[in-house]
């Protein structure tokens, strides 16, 4: 019950294409559901949170839309950029605890 | 303003030496979190601190860790004595509510 469930483990886009990772959880006492981006040899940098009474949240290229009936939530990546080749962790929090998906490896090609 | 920040970047040791990791939190906030990242298990917390002080340290790993919050701008974990199956990137985190804020990490070798 306090699985979160990422896919795909890894994803390769064309430079301008819309890039899309899901993530699945059962626990419905969640109450926070953020995405994390990581490059090599840096810590994990938060990138875009949700809460289950919201459906959808937009900050410049990236979108998380949020499925509550179907404890689902995935990361949407606009006009995909070379930069954005990197590791992306979703989160499911509970007080001050954080599971986490296994992370999905993103390349952006060229 | 500054992030959280973490030291040493690396540490390369022996079995059996102790290590110790540094971490300062973003001023202002009251929980700080460490953490492992290894390939095999992903990223695990270690220790959970609020107001300096240690509310769940279930996920240390045995009596070979520990770690202290002396204030509310440092923290230390410490490996006595240390094992290859130690070998892994230590994140300090903190946070002010729910949004956690990771250090750049330490990257620890255990030959």
């Known amino acids: 019950q306090q699985q979160v469930k990422q896919s795909p483990q890894s994803l390769i886009v064309q430079k301008g294409g819309i890039s899309i990772i899901n993530c699945a959880y059962e626990n419905t006492a969640f109450d926070y559901f953020p995405w994390y981006q990581q490059f090599p040899g840096k810590g994990p940098a938060l990138l875009i949170a949700i809460r289950p009474d919201v459906s959808e949240k937009k900050e410049g290229r990236f979108t998380i839309s949020f499925n509550k009936s179907a404890k689902q939530f995935s990361l949407h990546i606009m006009d995909s950029q070379p930069g954005d080749s990197a590791t992306y962790f979703c989160?499911?929090?509970?007080?001050?605890?954080?599971?986490w998906g296994a992370g999905t490896k993103l390349i952006i090609k060229p | 303003d500054a992030g959280v920040i973490q030291s040493p970047r690396h540490e390369v040791t022996e079995m059996g030496q102790e290590v110790t990791l540094r971490c300062k939190p973003i001023?202002?906030?009251?929980?700080l979190f460490w953490y492992r990242q290894t390939m095999m298990r992903g990223l695990e917390l270690l220790i959970y601190?609020?107001?300096?002080?240690?509310?769940?340290d279930s996920g240390m790993p045995e009596d070979r860790f520990s770690a202290k919050m002396p204030n509310a701008s440092f923290s230390t974990l410490k490996i006595q004595p240390s094992e290859p199956r130690d070998s892994a990137v230590y994140f300090c985190?903190?946070?002010?509510?729910?949004?956690?804020?990771f250090g750049p990490g330490t990257r620890l070798t255990v030959l």
């Open positions: 601190f609020n107001n300096n002080v240690p509310i769940d």
């Open positions: 985190a903190s946070s002010r509510g729910q949004s956690k804020f």
């Open positions: 001023s202002g906030h009251n929980s």
């Open positions: 989160a499911a929090s509970l007080n001050y605890q954080l599971i």
